[in-house]
């Protein structure tokens, strides 16, 4: 069993839909959490931190339930440049570095 | 942009070569990062670097080294090349220890024949 595990996909949904990510990790010891953004052949890129109390950041909402070692990702109102591949990070302790990714979801958004 | 770089962009080898990635850390950070991803996974971590020692391995082989420079860009050298280590390599940079971001690479495509 991965240490992350993401639902691959994909997701197709159309133009101003709402479509939500989960991500399952199995080190209850688990520190800090993230979802960052992958484009086609380019590097990850922070999407947003994920902490207990939840978190929004414009149409992102990111939850966190550690008790089920539980991470969501919610778009609202989607755009076509959501169309990415959305990875979930989790940490063993505090230090940025040495992440344990999920292998992620991708999702389509269509006209 | 990040300001974190990586060389070369694309690399051809041969199985049973050795070759040397270099990346260049975002100003201000000490801390470098490497990982491995392959085609439709998530990256996996190598090793991290933080002022020049080694501070923490994932799951890889010794065949899997590197280095880290006082100007804190770093190396990753492989050994000994497998067709499975045809991959994207990233780098990423952040901060010392603490809640902070990581920054990524645009990564080297290596590909071993």
Redesign the interface.
Known sequence: RKE?EQDPGPFNVPEGATVAFNCTYSNSASQ?FFWYRQDCR?????LM?VYSSGNEDGRFTAQLNRASQYISLLIRDSKLSDSATY?CVVNRD???????????TTLTVKP | E?GVTQSPTHLIKTRGQQVTLRCSSQSGHN???W?QQAL??????IF?YYREEE??R?NFPPRFSGLQFPNYSSELNVNALELDDSALY?C?S??D???????????TRLTVT
Do not use: C, M, W
């Not at chain 2, 220890?97 to 990564?107: T, V």
């Open positions: 992350v800090s380019k590097e990850p890129k922070l931190s990875l505090t230090n940025a570095g040495k992440s344990t990714f999920g292998d992620g | 990040t801390t470098v990062s990982y439709g996974q998530g990256p996996q971590f991290q501070n923490g994932g990233l990423a952040s901060r220890s603490g809640r902070h971001e990581q920054y990524f690479g645009p990564g």
